[in-house]
């Protein structure tokens, strides 16, 4: 029951906060119109609204309706895989939780717009550039998250069991002969 909650508060936190953020940005930007929030930072982090109607990046924007499908796809996915972990798993229901919050932000933005609202602009000049919404970067730092859990996991169990190994051979009587 504690993943499940774990679950449903960062996934509240997550879409709750991208679609609040998205709505001031819809509200207070025009389409392509950029604001240094910290002149300090810019030109590397700026507000920049802008619709994205691929997938991350802009790639393949023609391809809204497949990722629409497969964001539905995953959540389900994510929901099958919290079922396995075990019950004392802390970090994957929290982390799992962003992703979904976050893949639900950007569904709900193709639902009611047809496209994915975007204005955290970050770049690097003559580099990259990116404009992304914390839908994203739950989405992200979620599946760190998830990587990171499960490497723990998988080092923890090996530890655990090369310890009995090892108390055993000490355990062992040297060959006296």
């Not at 910290?38 to 990046?57: H, I």
């Not at 970067?137 to 009995?164: D, T, Y």
Request: glycine share 6%; net charge negative.
């Amino acid at each position: 029951m504690r993943k499940w909650m774990m679950l449903a508060g960062s996934f509240a936190l997550a879409a709750i906060l991208d679609q609040i953020t998205k709505s001031w940005a819809l509200s207070n930007l025009m389409l392509y119109e950029s604001i240094q929030p910290l002149p300090a930072l810019a030109p590397f982090f700026q507000l920049t609204r802008s619709s994205n109607t691929g997938a991350a990046f802009g790639l393949l924007p023609m391809a809204g309706d497949v990722f629409l499908i497969l964001a539905l796809c995953i959540v389900a996915a994510l929901l099958w895989y919290l079922r396995s972990l075990p019950a004392e798993s802390r970090l994957a229901p929290f982390a799992i939780g962003l992703v979904i919050g976050g893949a639900v932000g950007n569904i709900i933005d193709r639902l009611q717009h047809g496209h994915v609202v975007d204005f955290i602009h970050y770049q690097i000049p003559n580099l990259i550039s990116n404009v992304s919404n914390l839908a994203d970067h739950a989405i992200v730092l979620g599946v760190m998250l998830i990587f990171a859990e499960s490497l723990w996991r998988e080092r923890s169990g090996r530890e655990a069991q090369s310890a009995p190994r090892a108390m055993d051979q000490a355990r062992e009587p040297e060959d006296a002969t």
